[in-house]
């Protein structure tokens, strides 16, 4: 009789654990369905919906529960994670709306097909191309956007310590593809910048800055002249260390680099009515760093002022047989030899 006792407890346990199980997999289900659900399915307005690069779907969540597109992020990273499309998501912009279920717009951020202007700012530019570009593609008002760059207020504290004048946001405006918010305004569009300039100049970089005794800005403005000087990207610390080396040597940089963002155009050979020009942009007259950036310099052009090669080289030519590459030294009349064979190719 005990054996058969044992046996009903174990049946009504196993029934009990199965109808637990039923129940969890309604409830589950029923909470599913609520998930997937429309936040407002009267609510038609379009939001535009900005999906950052790198974003996984728990801030994917995140920023369409802010934006007021779904109700539960949580709900929405867990259908997400069910439904296998939580690793898939695209990084853009988006025109959403509190109408769509989840499925509609999983699938929408799925494409990648982003409702923003795409633009890519290349390495290299000067405030003037950057807003010029952005005019030729519709996104901003040239003159408002240089306005803006001018006096606008932003977040990043170091813009506070940035030289007032038409030339403050020289070189931080980060060069890179981005995907601007349809009908963003200037303002918008300089922020989005400085941010991604934010993320590329990493605290490691200012204790390092720090430590070499450079400000923030004076290391932009190193890495600006590297931008410049250099085309292949294992030059540009072997440009860095000619920056540093003349430095120590008490010698004039003599870069052209910084002739030309005063004459306003690039040329293949400087003459010695450009290197005589009245500016304290010329560092073949004027000694030390000049006042400000010359352009928005790339990651690689940053890292190079920040680490730059460990050399004796105090002179550099564009070797006219190489791909944008240069001969370096630190003997002048070898300088001179290299020099001459660049002018005779010309």
Known sequence: MGKRNSLNDTTKLLIAVAILILLGAFGLRMALAEAVKPLDSQDTAIKVVTIPLGSGASSISQILEDSGIIKDSRAFRIVSKITGND???????????????????????????????????????????TARLLADKGIVDEAEFLQEAETGTFNQSFVEDLPAGPDRMEGFLFPETYDIP?????????QIMLNHFEKIFTPEYQVRSAEMGYSMREIMIIASMVERESVAS???????????NRFAAGMPLQFDSTVQYVLGEQKDRLYYTDTGIDSPYNTYVNRGLPPGPICSPGADSIKAALYPADT???????????????NFTNDYDEFLVFKKKYIDSL
């Open 312 to 326: 004796n080289y105090l002179y550099f030519v564009v070797d006219p047989e190489g791909q944008g590459t240069h």
């Open 182 to 190: 349809i009908n963003a305004s200037a303002h918008d569009v300089i």
């Open 234 to 244: 294992e030059d540009r610390p072997l440009v860095a260390s000619v920056v540093y």
């Open 87 to 129: 690793s898939k998501y695209k990084a853009g912009t988006y025109s959403l709306s509190p109408s769509m279920n989840a499925y509609q717009i999983m699938e929408k951020i799925k494409t990648g097909l982003s409702d923003g202007n795409m633009v890519t700012i290349p390495e290299g530019y000067t405030i003037r191309q």
